[in-house]
């Protein structure tokens, strides 16, 4: 459709008056773009957005951000989309300290909460910020570090588990993305009509032109604003308390009706009951009390393979329905996330045979060095562009073989 359009217009778009009005279209873009350079120290949101005049000054302060976005790999160099840091240390830190060995792993640790201090957003964009159509981020993170500016609500939300000394400015994020519906956004406000996405100009990215809400990222925010209010009762109370209330809502009303919950960040209702679970749970409901949940629990306990692992493909995510991997192989990050969904709700308790034979497969699959091996992709942008996240084979087996040691009783 663009190619036809840019084709048809293209001749009347350079003859008087229309060049004028294109002349102007071109200077608020490059307006916008210096901005979001600016802003971003040159990183920018992303490396799609790194094209510009190569001769130019801002060409030569893109060049020297290029490392950031430069990885070595166990096969050899690799281009990212954009950091995880902040995202990967967060959920790191949470791991280790789970294990309770902070005697032994003290200056770990310590190095990991220093980046994060260090990786605040201290401040909002500059100027007139909102006539840029960005939203506030004081007291957020971002996904990878300081420098990239834009807040996003989920890494902002695994920081204000790791960071109390910003928490009232974290909290402000949180509950300025709660859209309408209850749902939480990563970026800024949903709200823009829905067919605005026909216009999207990309090839294989879907639901880009507009923002949404996101069950993983409302579900999370409920588990931090809980733990928030323990911290300090008398803090917004009335505003976070109608915020879980809305957010467990929205968590029931987008539960499709096989009890599965579509993740948009990670493959793909394996992880959306994972964190849906949570949430829930963190909420105070129970197994028996709430419907989502029993209908959650039934999905992660039907979807055991044999071995005892999850086995979500990643056709999953275009497709809109739950695929198995190709010869039903088992995935140890997405059997991961299903224990520790199946863990908020008293499965050892009922039943802790699916627990012991998903520890089992974890433990076996360990490698001699400590770590897991590496699978399948379970990261995923927009439907279609697939993550590696290198962290998450060593960070969620070890997040859920100590809540399996923490909750269940060995056999």
């Given at each position: 459709?663009?190619?036809?359009?840019?084709?048809?217009?293209?001749s009347?778009?350079?003859?008087?008056p229309?060049?004028?009005?294109?002349q102007k279209?071109?200077?608020?873009?490059?307006?916008?773009?210096?901005?979001?350079?600016?802003?971003?120290?040159y990183?920018?949101?992303?490396c799609?957005?790194?094209?510009?005049?190569?001769?130019?000054?801002y060409?030569?302060?893109?060049?020297?951000?290029?490392?950031?976005?430069?990885?070595?790999?166990?096969?050899?160099?690799?281009m990212?989309s954009?950091?995880?840091?902040?995202?990967?240390?967060?959920?790191?830190?949470?791991?280790?300290?789970?294990?309770?060995?902070?005697?032994?792993?003290?200056?770990?640790?310590?190095?990991?909460?220093?980046?994060m201090?260090?990786?605040?957003?201290?401040?909002?964009?500059?100027?007139?910020?909102?006539?840029?159509?960005?939203?506030?981020?004081?007291?957020?993170?971002?996904?990878?570090?300081?420098?990239?500016?834009?807040?996003i609500?989920?890494?902002?939300?695994?920081?204000l588990?790791?960071?109390?000394?910003?928490l009232?400015?974290?909290v402000?994020?949180?509950l300025?993305l709660?859209?309408?519906?209850?749902?939480?956004?990563?970026?800024?406000?949903?709200g823009?009509?829905?067919?605005?996405?026909?216009?999207?100009?990309?090839?294989f990215?879907?639901?880009?032109?507009l923002?949404h809400?996101?069950?993983?990222?409302?579900?999370?925010?409920?588990q931090?604003?809980v733990?928030?209010?323990?911290l300090y009762?008398?803090?917004?109370?009335?505003?976070?308390?109608?915020?879980?209330?809305?957010?467990?809502?929205?968590?029931?009303?987008?539960?499709?009706?096989?009890?599965?919950w579509?993740?948009?960040?990670?493959s793909?209702?394996?992880?959306?009951?994972?964190f849906?679970?949570?949430?829930l749970?963190s909420?105070?409901?129970?197994?028996?009390?709430?419907?989502?949940?029993?209908?959650?629990?039934?999905?992660l306990?039907?979807?055991q393979?044999?071995?005892g692992g999850?086995?979500?493909?990643?056709?999953?995510?275009?497709?809109?329905?739950?695929?198995?991997?190709?010869?039903?192989?088992?995935?140890?990050v997405?059997?991961?996330?299903?224990?520790?969904?199946?863990?908020h709700?008293?499965?050892?308790?009922?039943d802790?045979?699916?627990?012991?034979?998903?520890a089992?497969?974890?433990?076996?699959?360990?490698?001699?060095?400590?770590?897991f091996?590496?699978?399948?992709?379970?990261?995923?942008?927009?439907?279609?562009?697939m993550l590696?996240y290198?962290?998450?084979?060593?960070?969620?087996?070890?997040?859920a073989?100590?809540?399996?040691?923490?909750?269940?009783?060995?056999?």
């Open positions: 459709m663009w190619d036809s359009l840019y084709i048809c217009t293209k009347l778009l350079t003859r008087w229309f060049n004028k009005l294109r279209a071109l200077e608020v873009t490059m307006k916008h773009i210096h901005y979001e350079d600016e802003n971003t120290r990183i920018t949101i992303g799609i957005e790194k094209v510009e005049n190569p001769n130019g000054d060409f030569k302060k893109h060049l020297a951000r290029t490392p950031d976005y430069t990885w070595i790999a166990e096969d050899g160099m690799k990212q954009f950091g995880s840091q902040a995202w990967d240390t967060s959920l790191a830190l949470q791991a280790l300290i789970a294990c309770n060995m902070t005697n032994e792993i003290g200056s770990t640790l310590k190095k990991g909460h220093e980046f201090k260090e990786s605040l957003v201290k401040e909002n964009p500059s100027g007139d910020f909102k006539s840029m159509f960005r939203h506030i981020s004081k007291g957020s993170w971002t996904f990878s570090d300081h420098d990239h500016g834009w807040q609500s989920d890494s902002t939300i695994e920081g588990k790791m960071e109390p000394e910003q009232f400015d974290a402000n994020i949180l300025s709660q859209c309408k519906n209850g749902g939480l956004a990563v970026w800024e406000l949903a823009a009509p829905k067919w605005l996405e026909l216009l999207n100009p990309t090839e990215f879907a639901d880009v032109v923002e809400e996101y069950v993983e990222c409302t579900a999370s925010s409920i931090a604003l733990l928030f209010k323990k009762p008398g803090h917004r109370t009335n505003e976070i308390d109608n915020f879980i209330t809305n957010a467990v809502r929205f968590i029931e009303d987008v539960q499709i009706p096989d009890g599965s579509y993740g948009n960040w990670g793909c209702f394996t992880y959306g009951a994972w849906s679970l949570g949430g749970a909420a105070g409901k129970t197994y028996n009390s709430c419907l989502a949940i029993r209908k959650g629990v039934e999905f306990l039907k979807l393979g044999d071995d999850w086995i979500e493909s990643w056709l999953s995510f275009p497709k809109d329905k739950y695929i198995p991997l190709e010869g039903n192989r088992s995935n140890l997405q059997t991961t996330w299903a224990i520790m969904g199946l863990l709700f008293g499965q050892a308790e009922r802790p045979t699916p627990l012991h034979r998903a089992k497969l974890l433990i076996n699959s360990q490698m001699e060095d400590g770590d091996p590496q699978q399948e992709v379970t990261g995923v942008f927009k439907k279609n562009c590696h290198a962290e998450y084979r060593s960070i969620f087996p070890l997040s073989l100590t809540e399996y040691v923490r909750c269940v009783p060995l056999p």
